[in-house]
């Protein structure tokens, strides 16, 4: 029989989460929990400034005749931002666990800062390259952050379109940083760039912690003040509370790396590899970082409005997934972007292929129309959904760490694609990169087609137990086993007062069954024992 733990029984809550049972249902904001959501997106503007700055001014940079200049010292101007997400990255996840998902961008941003102040007073490359790291460094918290925080501040029915806005103010920054080069020399377009660190301490300052990192801390009276801050002071949040609870005691609040590769988190996690893989390999940051050069080679004679161009089309891409994301849903959007992005690329280097190799005289519209629809495509989905399952697909407790393995990874990839292209460029020509890029998004089409599951409209707790049931299946557990157990179990609870107090162990039992099919497959959970090792040490109890 099942029996219920003492602090189960006596567990009550310190602030009142439901309405008044004669009250009519209120439905919940979404004012308050979008102005969290562009609060925590001015962190990724930050960051997006960070990464186009180089597309407007490295033009500017090679005539500066303080600024030694060459193809080695171009790519690690380029680069040497991801060298400094790389090294972030190893903390940040600890960083957002242990601070919180706010905390993070308010200690982050001056830090932006100082990165942007040291490039624009820098007197040499040496000094330049210092600046762009400690940017790059800020980067791995500016990404990861808000992703998280937006993830879980929202409800199902909005996550797309409000999870999407970091990347939308990815965009944001990007072009922030196209329109400050094309304008202004290089020097005062880092003080413009230096603003968005700013407008980011001052938002974060008027909005809540996310009420899952309250939780996993155990700051439930918190938790409910930020989800009636979120919500609305006369919303229900009983049912949403009680799904967060059973999630944080199913998973447990310990954070460990080897979570990742459990059975329950191994999909998810290879999910989320595939789509940094492919958001850096479909050749969109190439497109990004290094803008005013390839429109240079490619005959565009007035390269700095092409780059604004640029940055127009990225923000037109962005709001359109942004707002067909909920309803178009992530695998379709993702599928059209890295169809558009792979055909578009391939175009470009037949355009390359016909006036380097053939000698063939094309028009400079040819180049820049082929540019824009390929960055187009990318910000259609390669820019945002990425982002948005890497927060969707985990639990509570591995959630940020997730995202900063994921971030991690994703940078590598971005130093050594961004590193290897000009050397790539002078050996194999412009043509050979742009069919290797092209090739690699029809790739990913492809794979993205037939494996990537769909999150839209789905709360957090229902994507978390879909990759459960899945790694119960692969272990070989029917799924209405597990639910038969938890049937009868639940018929042994014993009633005290006349109440049902049912609810909470039965999740908690829902845990353990889940638990153990998942970690010992080959064992019968229904001759488990108390001396049965668990994995979630918040549950005391062990089936008898």
């Known amino acids: 029989m099942c029996k219920p733990s003492d602090t189960e029984k006596t567990a009550v809550p310190s602030l009142d989460l439901a309405q008044h049972p004669e009250a009519p249902k209120v439905k919940s904001r979404v004012f308050t929990q979008t102005l969290a959501c562009l609060a925590a997106s001015q962190a990724t503007m930050a960051a997006g400034a960070v990464n186009g700055w180089t597309a407007g001014t490295l033009p500017s940079l090679d005539k500066d005749p303080d600024i030694e200049m060459g193809t080695w010292q171009q790519a690690w101007v380029v680069g040497i931002i991801a060298m400094g ?47 762009r790291a400690i940017c790059g460094l800020a980067t791995a918290f500016l990404f990861s952050a808000p992703t998280v925080y937006n993830s879980e501040v929202t409800e199902a029915r909005m996550r797309g379109r409000l999870g999407t806005l970091s990347s939308l103010f990815i965009t944001f920054g990007v072009v922030l940083s196209y329109m400050a080069g094309a304008l202004f020399s290089w020097r005062i377009s880092c003080y413009i760039c230096a603003a968005p660190p700013l407008t980011t301490f001052g938002a974060m300052l008027f909005v809540p912690e996310s009420p899952y990192w309250l939780m996993l801390k155990s700051r439930k009276n918190d938790a409910i003040a930020s989800l009636k801050w979120l919500r609305g002071p006369n919303c229900d949040l009983t049912e949403e509370m009680s799904e967060m609870e059973a999630k944080i005691v199913s998973v447990g609040r310990k954070m460990e790396y080897r979570e990742l590769w459990r059975s329950r988190t191994r999909k998810p996690f290879l999910l989320s590899l595939f789509m940094m893989t492919l958001q850096q390999v479909c050749g969109g940051n190439i497109l990004m970082m290094y803008t005013g050069t390839i429109f240079i080679s490619a005959g565009v004679v007035d390269y700095n409005m092409a780059t604004v161009y640029t940055g127009l089309v990225q923000i037109l891409g962005t709001v359109l997934s942004v707002l067909m994301v909920d309803h178009a849903g992530r695998r379709p959007m993702i599928v059209v972007s890295t169809g558009i992005m792979g055909t578009t690329t391939v175009l470009l280097g037949v355009y390359y292929y016909l006036t380097d190799v053939e000698g ?65 460029l002078e050996e194999a020509g412009a043509h050979m990169v742009f069919f290797v890029h092209g090739g690699f998004s029809l790739i990913c089409c492809l794979i993205s087609l037939i494996y990537l599951p769909e999150t839209k409209g789905k709360s957090l707790e229902q994507i978390q137990e879909y990759f459960e049931n899945q790694a119960i299946k692969t272990s070989g557990h029917k799924v209405d086993e597990i639910n038969n157990m938890k049937t009868e179990c639940s018929n042994d609870v014993p009633k005290e007062s006349g109440k049902s107090i049912s609810k909470v162990p039965v999740e908690n039992l829902t845990v353990l069954i889940v638990n153990c099919a998942i970690e010992e497959p080959d064992k019968d959970v229904s001759t488990l024992s108390d001396k049965d090792e668990i994995t979630n040490k918040n549950i005391t109890e062990s089936l008898k």
């Not at 390929?374 to 390669?382: D, K, Q, R």
């Not at 697909?393 to 590193?419: H, K, M, P």
């Open 85 to 131: 997400a790389i090294v972030g990255s190893t903390v940040s996840g600890r960083a957002i666990d242990w601070l919180g998902r706010r905390t993070t961008m308010l200690i982050v941003s001056p830090v932006a800062l100082i990165g942007w102040l040291t490039v624009a007073l820098a007197p040499n490359l040496a000094v330049v390259l210092t600046g």
């Open 360 to 424: 063939v005289s094309w028009p400079s519209f040819v180049p820049l129309t082929t540019v824009l629809l390929a960055v187009f495509g990318y910000c259609l989905g390669c820019r945002t959904i990425p982002w948005l399952l890497s927060a969707e697909l985990f639990n509570t407790t591995i959630r940020s760490t997730a995202s900063a393995v994921g971030l991690f990874y994703n940078r590598i990839l971005n130093f050594a694609v961004i590193q290897i292209y000009p050397y790539f």
